[in-house]
């Protein structure tokens, strides 16, 4: 690839840093299984002059979902899990007439007809007799259940985060150990993701905590970038949730992803089937259907492109690309999510950096 080209998609970067549009950056780009491009450009946290480095690690928020969708996957080939099984066959509360149909490929690829608008129904469950550790994962998705879909499930796209949390917790109940634990042990352990987690709290990252950005929501009055959460901060939610929660650094992310361009392998080390990547990566609703432009998929867990990229974004800004034409991965990681990020103008220029 062009050094040259790729050095103008670093000042994109160092521009957008300079004008305050972006408060930091981690980029990593690779091309046939190699990294060519891994640069860390502003800051961490501004306030205490603390630079952003290529080992930063990242709130990956929805970027958490492929991870759930693999880990629903290994199950599935373990055959403690099948793509069509009803939800309700795991959970009893999921047993009626609005969520009854609702099988487990609708929840991946978001067409369960679920219109729950929030991460979890408020209030959490209250500790009880009956549930002393309540809230958990499990407890909250079997809550979905009472509320079922709006419309069939299987006839339409909405992205939906109760249908991802209800996935981490049938990884729970069919591989019978909590899913941060399951996908550390089969996912993250396997590939050598060391810094991948699902809680921000210190003594579930292995002491690592401070080595995780701050998060920049909003401007001040004056325009600079006030945090919004700061290492050390209580996570958003009290329990390990699926649909986002995954901390990650973009060497670990660039291996997960390197693993689905060589079909589900990596280093030896096989995870997934090549069918069963290629599955998940293939489209299986489609998610612009009133668009007259290109359409879009939603696979099981990955968002599909007309032209095969895969692709997931997370809400806190990160943004991850696999091109399987091209060989290529492309990572473009900030805490700045309401900011100018020119992930688009950058993509453009990293394809033109691919020399033939």
């Not at 002393?132 to 909250?140: I, K, S, V």
């Not at 396997?190 to 998060?215: A, I, Q, T």
């Amino acid at each position: 690839m062009s050094a040259g080209v790729l050095a103008g998609g670093i000042a994109l970067y160092e521009e957008a840093i300079a004008r305050g549009d972006l408060v930091g950056a981690v980029v990593l780009v690779a091309k046939d299984g190699k990294v060519v491009l891994h640069e860390a450009l502003g800051w961490r946290d501004k306030a205490r002059g603390i630079p952003m480095e290529p080992n930063t690690m990242f709130r990956m928020a929805s970027n958490t979902k492929p991870v759930v969708a693999t880990g629903v996957a290994m199950l599935v080939e373990d055959g403690k899990l099948a793509w069509h099984d009803l939800v309700r066959e795991y959970m009893g509360s999921w047993d009626n007439y609005r969520a009854g149909f609702i099988n487990i490929g609708h929840l991946l690829s978001h067409s369960s007809g679920l219109r729950i608008p929030t991460l979890f129904l408020q209030p959490y469950m209250r500790p009880s007799a009956e549930h002393p550790d309540a809230p958990t994962l499990q407890l909250e998705a079997a809550r979905f259940g009472t509320v079922g879909a709006e419309v069939t499930p299987g006839t339409s796209y909405r992205y939906n985060n109760p249908g991802y949390n209800t996935l981490g917790a049938l990884i729970e109940i069919a591989s019978g150990m909590p899913m941060e634990e399951y996908v550390d042990r089969e996912l993250y352990a396997p590939l050598g993701m060391h810094d991948s987690y699902h809680h921000e709290v210190d003594e579930k990252m292995d002491g690592k905590l401070d080595r995780m950005s701050v998060v920049y929501y909003r401007r001040d009055d004056e325009g600079g970038w006030l945090p919004g959460w700061t290492p050390g901060d209580s996570p958003q939610v009290p329990f390990v949730r699926a649909s986002g929660g995954m901390i990650s650094t973009a060497r670990d992310y660039a291996v997960f992803c390197q693993m689905f361009l060589n079909g589900g392998v990596y280093d030896g080390q096989r995870i997934i089937s090549e069918e069963t990547a290629a599955l998940m990566t293939s489209p299986k609703i489609r998610t612009n259907p009133d668009s007259e432009g290109p359409p879009s998929y939603y696979g099981y867990g990955w968002s599909v492109a007309a032209d095969g990229v895969f692709s997931h974004g997370g809400s806190d800004g990160t943004n991850a690309f696999v091109d399987p034409a091209n060989q290529l991965i492309v990572l473009v990681f900030t805490q700045t999510p309401g900011g100018r990020n020119p992930v688009r103008r950058f993509l453009t220029l990293v394809n033109q950096a691919i020399e033939g």
